[in-house]
Structures are given as structure tokens and as C-alpha cells.
């Protein structure tokens, strides 16, 4: 009965396991390239310009702008939409929850960023409850640099199929963070670069970042000669725990606008592997805007004493 059982196992067909994480480009461009169509990735360029994708993409990308999936709410710039035009964008998209779905953009140079636009989309994928993702690690520019050549053709994906149920444990709302950063076990964490953080910017209406926040700067976990490769996390553990970012706690992610934050929890969770990692997404744009600007904000450096 168990020889049986395990001849029919072995007849039937190999399916990966759903997982989040990075791939290379040699090893996207062989499921890209795979014989049965059926069984090809759904490719997605998060580019914030068009002209980009015009210029060049990954070979069946389909164009998903990341900023289409966010507006303005109550005033508040950037917001993620609501759940039924998200849906509505997605399924547009062609995201199927029977397949494993590419996700890149250029950003291999600072203060080019655009890495941050593939950690958003594929944060708003895993919350719609796609489980099998991947960033194309170092981007357009690691698919270059390793001889494979970008495509002009156009590609549209047919429409999505979403699962009936999402994953939306992994945002925090600000009443979650203001509950939850000063109780023990939790650690929130500021994603934006360090004079962000202490207020030294001309960017935001109100200055600083959340009390009790550790700064961590985003690409502090990314390759300098490409800042849309990630770094083994052999190389930035011990930067980590420093700053107290440690897989006991439960890491509560924010930055301005949501971008780098989904950076920094999409490290965490998927190259790290920390097991409870969650992104505020109102982020530093909202907190200082709501509740007639009371939230408190500070300025100086927790590390600094």
C-alpha cells in the first residue's frame, strides 16, 4: 500500500512551493522562457515612468505603474486605495492566485529609488493574499549586466483571478502602532534616511519621526554598486541587532510614505526571515496630518544617549 502510494506521488506532476522572496535574473529568464505558457510567471514592471517601460522591460512584463495603486484619502496624500478599486487594478493586472508573479523596477543607483516601487506592489500583492512572489534581484539593471536583453514589445496579461480571502494582518493601521511600539517585544522602526528621522528636511509638514522609533535606513540592506539587490543577510545581521531589529520582537515597519517601510518588512520577513514583520501604512504623511496635527513627533536620536 505505501509502495503504491508513493509510485502515484512520484507520477504526479512537480509543484513548487508558494513562497516570497528574490530571484536572480538568469533564473527569471528561464521561467520566462518556459515552453508551456500556461506555466510562465506573470511578469510585472512597477516603474513609475512609462517612458521607461517604452524604453525597455523583462521580456511578457506587463506595465503596473505602482502609484496607480495609491490617492489621496481625507487629504492625505498617497494613500492605498480601497479594497474594491485595488481589487479592481489587480485583476486588470492579471494577478492569479494559481501563479508565481515577477516583480521588478530599475532603482540600482541612489537617489533613483524605483526598488522601492517592487517592494510596494509586491507588499499589496501578499495583503490580496497572493503567496507566491518574487523580486527579480538587482532589477533591470542586473538583467542587463548579466547579458539578457530587455524587450519593447507591449504585453497584457489576460485577467486576474484573486483569492477569496487576503492577508491583511500584515498592515497596522496607527491606532495598531500607537498600541503597540512601547510594549515589550516590539520595536518600530523608521525607514528613511537618517536626517529624515531628526527632522532635517525640507519634505514633510511636520518634522521627526514617531517617539520611540529606531532609524534604519533602507538601503542599508541593499548593494551599493546596485540598490535593488539585497544583501545576503550574513552581511547586515550584525547591523540588525544593533539597532535592537531582532527576530524575537515583532518588527513594526514605517517610513514617509509606505515605499521604504515595504522594503524594510519585505527584507525582514522574505530575505531575513523574521517571523512577525507588519508595515504601517498610513506612514509619516498621515501621522502628521490626523487628529489635527496632535500625534507627537520628536527629533532627537534614541542611539545618540
Same mark, same amino acid.
Given at each position: 500500500m505505501k509502495l503504491s502510494l508513493l509510485l502515484v506521488l512520484a507520477s504526479l506532476?512537480?509543484?513548487?512551493?508558494?513562497?516570497v522572496g528574490v530571484i536572480s535574473p538568469s533564473e527569471a529568464q528561464k521561467l520566462i522562457e518556459n515552453s508551456d505558457a500556461t506555466k510562465r510567471p506573470i511578469v510585472l514592471d512597477t516603474r513609475g515612468g512609462y517612458k521607461d517601460y517604452f524604453r525597455g522591460h523583462l521580456p511578457t512584463a506587463q506595465h503596473l505603474e505602482f502609484d496607480?495603486?495609491?490617492?489621496?484619502?481625507? @487629504?492625505? +496624500?498617497?494613500?492605498? !486605495?480601497?479594497? /474594491?478599486?485595488?481589487?479592481?487594478?489587480?485583476?486588470?493586472?492579471g494577478i492569479d492566485k494559481t501563479r508565481l508573479h515577477l516583480v521588478y523596477a530599475t532603482g540600482d543607483t541612489l537617489p533613483n529609488d524605483e526598488v522601492l516601487s517592487a517592494s510596494m506592489v509586491a507588499y499589496?500583492?501578499?495583503?490580496?493574499?497572493?503567496?507566491d512572489i518574487r523580486i527579480v534581484d538587482g532589477g533591470l539593471a542586473a538583467w542587463k549586466a548579466a547579458g539578457l536583453k530587455p524587450v519593447q514589445d507591449y504585453f497584457g496579461n489576460p485577467p486576474g483571478?484573486?483569492?477569496?480571502? @487576503?492577508? +491583511?494582518?500584515?498592515? !497596522?493601521?496607527? /491606532?495598531?502602532?500607537?498600541?503597540l511600539k512601547d510594549k515589550p517585544g516590539h520595536i518600530l522602526v523608521d525607514a528613511r534616511p537618517k536626517n529624515e528621522f531628526l527632522g532635517q528636511d525640507e519634505i514633510w509638514l511636520r518634522k521627526g519621526?514617531?517617539?520611540?522609533?529606531?532609524?534604519?535606513?533602507?538601503a542599508r540592506l541593499m548593494e551599493k554598486d546596485n540598490t535593488h539587490k539585497f544583501k545576503p543577510?550574513?552581511?547586515v545581521k550584525a547591523d540588525l541587532e544593533a539597532a535592537g531589529i531582532t527576530p524575537d520582537k515583532e518588527v513594526l515597519c514605517y517610513c514617509g510614505t509606505s515605499r521604504e517601510g515595504s522594503l524594510l518588512r519585505f527584507y525582514l520577513k522574505h530575505v531575513a526571515g523574521y517571523p512577525k514583520?507588519?508595515?504601517?501604512?498610513?506612514?509619516?504623511?498621515?501621522?502628521?496630518?490626523?487628529?489635527?496635527?496632535?500625534?507627537?513627533?520628536?527629533t532627537k536620536d534614541p542611539a545618540a544617549f
Open positions: 506532476p512537480f509543484v513548487a512551493k508558494a513562497d496607480t495603486l495609491r490617492g489621496t484619502d481625507h @487629504g492625505v +496624500p498617497v494613500q492605498y !486605495l480601497p479594497e /474594491d478599486l485595488t481589487k479592481a487594478l489587480l485583476v486588470r493586472a499589496v500583492l501578499e495583503k490580496y493574499g497572493i503567496q483571478n484573486l483569492p477569496a480571502t @487576503g492577508n +491583511p494582518s500584515v498592515a !497596522l493601521t496607527v /491606532d495598531d502602532v500607537l498600541s519621526h514617531i517617539p520611540g522609533a529606531v532609524s534604519f535606513h533602507w543577510f550574513s552581511e514583520v507588519r508595515l504601517y501604512e498610513g506612514a509619516w504623511k498621515e501621522y502628521v496630518w490626523i487628529r489635527n496635527k496632535s500625534l507627537p513627533a520628536e
